[in-house]
């Protein structure tokens, strides 16, 4: 089935610890994004890419980074997790940069 | 004054009812509206997608946009309680719809009483 992969679907994460978040769609899609989604906040935006090898920053990149090496892979990594950044993590992704959004089901993830 | 403005809810109303699911939004510029579905614990999906004023219908949904009031709206027919989610609305200056520019509402909880 077409669609976004991530993985894992949940996690929980000593503070301080490093943490890659998989992401992987098999639609080829040139544009991938990762949202965060906190109550009260709604979806934000953290980094994204536009074409396989290009990164760029959202509204709120500080203490996420990210790589784009091939069309269908776009992991998000946490260097030194805080608990602040205890969220429901969303890759997203489009055609084309400006296409609406396809998201995958999320990775609940607990900073304690 | 929040860029997209959407009362969270929860919306309560019995089956067979009509929904009217509303966001305000302050950007003139918004020219892409669209709307998400989000079941619970699952990731948001397209549901509605329309540029500029106007309304579009699609099965029981029919999408609103009247930009002279900045105002969009979501009108569910025949509701079901398969329609019981949250739905976020999502507009954008350009970009047909991609991130670039998007701007979330932060949802409304729909629950369809059987």
């Known amino acids: 089935i077409a669609g976004i992969t991530q993985a894992p679907t949940s996690q929980i994460l000593a503070a301080g610890r490093r943490m890659t978040l998989r992401c992987t769609q098999d639609m080829r899609h040139n544009a991938m994004y990762w949202y965060r989604q906190d109550l009260g906040l709604g979806l934000r935006l953290i980094h994204y890419?536009?074409?396989?090898?290009?990164?760029g920053k959202g509204e709120v990149p500080d203490g996420y980074s990210v790589s784009r090496a091939n069309t269908d892979d776009f992991p998000l990594t946490l260097a030194s997790a805080v608990p602040s950044q205890t969220s429901v993590y969303f890759c997203?992704?489009?055609?084309?940069?400006?296409?609406?959004?396809?998201f995958g089901n999320g990775t609940r993830l607990t900073v304690t | 004054q929040k860029e997209v403005e959407q009362d969270p809810g929860p919306l309560s109303v019995p089956e067979g009812a009509i929904v009217s699911l509303n966001c305000t939004y302050s950007n003139s510029a918004f020219q892409y509206f669209m709307w998400y579905r989000q079941y619970s614990r699952k990731g948001p999906e397209l549901l509605m997608y329309?540029?500029?004023?106007g309304n579009k219908e699609d099965g029981r949904f029919t999408a609103q946009v009247d930009k002279s009031s900045k105002y969009i709206s979501l009108f569910i027919r025949d509701s079901q309680p398969s329609d019981s989610a949250t739905y976020l609305c999502a507009m954008s200056a350009g970009s047909g719809g991609g991130a670039d520019g998007l701007t979330f509402g932060k949802g409304t909880h729909l629950i369809i009483q059987p």
């Open positions: 329309t540029y500029s004023s």
């Open positions: 890419s536009n074409t396989a090898g290009t990164t």
């Open positions: 997203a992704s489009s055609l084309e940069y400006n296409s609406p959004l396809h």
